[in-house]
C-alpha cells in the first residue's frame, strides 16, 4: 500500500469498509506517447518554416506552419493537463467500493461500488497497466483535456480507469475477488 495514497483514500470509508490496497499511476508511458507526438508536430511545424519555397508554396508553408504551432500549443496544454491529473490522482480498493481522488484543484471523491461488477451492467478488465471498469459493449478511450481515469458525465457511459499501476494484475484480482464475495 502506498501510504500517502492510503492517507487520501481513507477519509472517504464508509462503516465498515476496509481499505485493501492504495496507490497511484507510476508509469508515465502516456506522457512518452505525448511527447513524442508534441516532438513531431513541432519538428513539422519547423521544416515547414525553414524550406525555401516559391512565393506560392512559401504563402501555403506559412499557413500550415502556423497551424501546426497552434496544435503543439494545444497538445502542450494536454499533456499539461494529463500530468496534473495523474499526480493528483490516488487509487484505493476496499471490500465494498474501487475508489479513485484526484482533481485538477480540488480532488474529488468518485466510487465504483464492486456489487455492480456482479450485474452486466460493468465489468472489469486488465488493460496493460491499467485495470478498466467499463461496460460490456464498449471499448472506453481517453477524451482529450479531461480526467484520464474518470470520464466526464456527458459521455453516457459509465467508465473508469486505474492507470499506470505498479502491479496491476494484484488490483485486478483484488477488484475481481471482493466483488465475488458481495454475491
Same mark, same amino acid.
Given at each position: 500500500?502506498?501510504?500517502?495514497?492510503?492517507?487520501?483514500?481513507?477519509?472517504?470509508?464508509?462503516?465498515?469498509?476496509?481499505?485493501?490496497?492504495?496507490?497511484?499511476?507510476?508509469?508515465?508511458?502516456?506522457?512518452?506517447?505525448?511527447?513524442? %507526438? $508534441? @516532438?513531431?508536430?513541432?519538428?513539422?511545424?519547423?521544416?515547414?518554416? +525553414?524550406? &525555401? !519555397? /516559391?512565393?506560392?508554396?512559401?504563402? #501555403?508553408?506559412?499557413?500550415?506552419?502556423?497551424?501546426?504551432?497552434?496544435?503543439?500549443?494545444?497538445?502542450?496544454?494536454?499533456?499539461?493537463?494529463?500530468?496534473?491529473?495523474?499526480?493528483?490522482?490516488?487509487?484505493?480498493?476496499?471490500?465494498?467500493? %474501487? $475508489? @479513485?481522488?484526484?482533481?485538477?484543484?480540488?480532488?474529488?471523491?468518485? +466510487?465504483? &461500488? !464492486? /456489487?455492480?461488477?456482479?450485474?452486466? #451492467?460493468?465489468?472489469?478488465?486488465?488493460?496493460?497497466?491499467?485495470?478498466?471498469?467499463?461496460?460490456?459493449?464498449?471499448?472506453?478511450?481517453?477524451?482529450?483535456?479531461?480526467?484520464?481515469?474518470?470520464?466526464?458525465?456527458?459521455?453516457?457511459?459509465?467508465?473508469?480507469?486505474?492507470?499506470?499501476?505498479?502491479?496491476?494484475?494484484?488490483?485486478?484480482?483484488?477488484?475481481?475477488?471482493?466483488?465475488?464475495?458481495?454475491?
Amino acid at each position: 500500500m502506498d501510504p500517502e495514497a492510503a492517507a487520501v483514500i481513507t477519509p472517504h470509508l464508509l462503516a465498515r469498509e476496509e481499505l485493501l490496497w492504495s496507490g497511484r499511476p507510476h508509469d508515465t508511458t502516456g506522457l512518452r506517447w505525448r511527447a513524442v %507526438a $508534441i @516532438i513531431l508536430v513541432a519538428i513539422a511545424a519547423l521544416t515547414l518554416r +525553414a524550406l &525555401p !519555397l /516559391d512565393s506560392s508554396l512559401a504563402e #501555403r508553408a506559412n499557413i500550415n506552419s502556423i497551424l501546426l504551432a497552434v496544435l503543439v500549443c494545444a497538445l502542450i496544454a494536454e499533456a499539461i493537463l494529463f500530468h496534473t491529473y495523474l499526480s493528483n490522482t490516488f487509487y484505493g480498493v476496499t471490500n465494498l467500493r %474501487a $475508489i @479513485i481522488v484526484s482533481g485538477l484543484r480540488e480532488p474529488e471523491m468518485t +466510487a465504483v &461500488p !464492486l /456489487d455492480v461488477l456482479n450485474t452486466p #451492467r460493468l465489468r472489469v478488465r486488465l488493460i496493460n497497466r491499467t485495470v478498466e471498469l467499463s461496460p460490456p459493449d464498449t471499448r472506453s478511450g481517453a477524451i482529450p483535456f479531461t480526467n484520464p481515469s474518470v470520464p466526464p458525465d456527458w459521455t453516457g457511459n459509465d467508465w473508469y480507469r486505474l492507470l499506470a499501476l505498479e502491479d496491476p494484475r494484484r488490483v485486478y484480482d483484488l477488484i475481481v475477488e471482493s466483488a465475488h464475495k458481495l454475491e
